[in-house]
């Protein structure tokens, strides 16, 4: 029986890799396309950016950009599928978008933030998620900021902490629940283990938990659809699933987590094409992918009366070890099923097959 089971399990197969003479710190797929892109910092401190394209088994380098500032983390997501514009954060607290086709001066640019942005996401573009196309970014300042690229320097929204209270590393950002016009949420993870959820139909806190180590990574299942699921990982190697369709007044939403392995989990992916599917990467070296099962009822009411979540459970589909180095990011292709890249601080990047996805 578990030979026939083994024989069905997806395999993760490493497909191209390419050395770097730089350090990569994000890499992301060109939406319809067969291109990619690496975004990291030269040893001299310039920010690289270089878009290489897949021809068969090998990664063809198409152009390399130098900027001044090391880039830490991109987003194609809040511009049109025709514009494909790239919005960046680097080392020194700028948000800056970029046509590729003409990357010598950005298309928009704002200093964001007053030290790096750690991380950044879009929505509201490619034909993902309602409502206006919006950039969000977080910062080792503390502050989690919107910013909406037809208003020039200043953010559509601003969260950080209150006064008085002491400023947390920011150190990833999501949006979710832009189902249509007017709902939108952010989701914000700190590096002392706080998860706050930002409404920004309403502009305040709509929930905050925390996992008691560093947030190093939060994605909804789907950006463009009513809350569903958020993962986030943490620092020492655990992450958590969230069941987002029941909200409890005091309890909050329901929860299961896995201790995947002894090192950090530095970011999380959803399988574009099925989002019960995530692949985790780690500071060991390895990706471990994921199944999520839902429990036969998501909600039950408690002593009084009131709506609560019920968590699913997680099994491990497969794991691979690929390098000696933290694999530092991930990113599934949005076009074809099973195709990913993930980037490592073995200073290179992978092009990966995951095989028999239609059949789980």
């Keep these: 029986m578990s030979a026939a089971l083994g024989a069905e399990r997806p395999q993760v197969v490493s497909h ?6 730089y350090t990569v710190f994000d890499c992301k797929w060109v939406p319809r396309s067969a ?101 969000v970014t977080g910062s080792r300042d503390g502050t989690v900021r919107v910013w909406d690229p037809r208003q020039r320097d200043i953010p559509v929204a601003n969260m950080e902490p209150v006064q008085g209270e002491s400023k947390r590393d920011c150190w990833t950002v999501a949006f979710g629940n832009a189902y249509n016009q007017e709902e939108r ?13 930002f409404d920004l139909k309403t502009m305040s806190l709509r929930w905050e938990t925390n996992i008691k180590n560093g947030v190093c990574s939060v994605e909804f299942d789907r950006k463009d659809i009513n809350m569903n699921k958020l993962v986030a990982t943490s620092l020492e190697g ?45 500071g060991s070296g390895s990706l471990h992918l994921w199944k999520y099962e839902y429990p036969a009822q998501r909600s039950k009411k408690d002593s009084e009366g009131s709506e609560m979540g019920v968590a699913g459970s997680v099994s491990l589909l497969q ?23 993930c980037g490592a601080f073995d200073q290179t990047v992978r092009v990966l097959i995951v095989t028999k996805l239609n059949k789980i």
């Design 16 to 21: 191209v890799q390419q050395a770097l003479s």
């Design 35 to 135: 291109r990619l892109l690496c975004l990291g910092s030269a040893a001299r401190g310039a920010g690289v950016v270089q878009l290489y394209e897949l021809h068969g088994a090998r990664l063809e380098l198409l152009r390399e950009i130098e900027k001044p500032k090391p880039i830490k983390c991109g987003t194609f997501g809040a511009t049109s599928l025709q514009q494909r514009y790239l919005a960046t954060g680097d080392f020194d607290g700028n948000l800056n978008i970029w046509n590729l086709e003409a990357p010598e001066m950005p298309v928009y640019s704002v200093k964001g933030h007053k030290e790096i942005i750690n991380s950044i996401d879009g929505v509201g573009g490619l034909g993902i998620g309602e409502g206006a196309p919006e950039i």
């Design 319 to 341: 794991n691979v070890t690929l390098s000696t180095q933290p694999i530092s990011s991930l990113d599934w292709s949005p076009d074809k099923k099973g195709l990913c890249v």
């Design 185 to 197: 949420v952010v989701c914000a993870g700190y590096d002392n283990g706080d998860i706050k959820l």
């Design 238 to 282: 655990k992450f958590h699933v969230f069941d987002m369709r029941t909200q409890h007044p005091t309890k909050g939403f329901a929860s299961v987590s896995e201790k995947a392995q002894k090192s950090t989990i530095w970011q999380v992916r959803h399988l574009p094409q099925n989002r019960d599917i995530f692949m985790t990467s780690g």
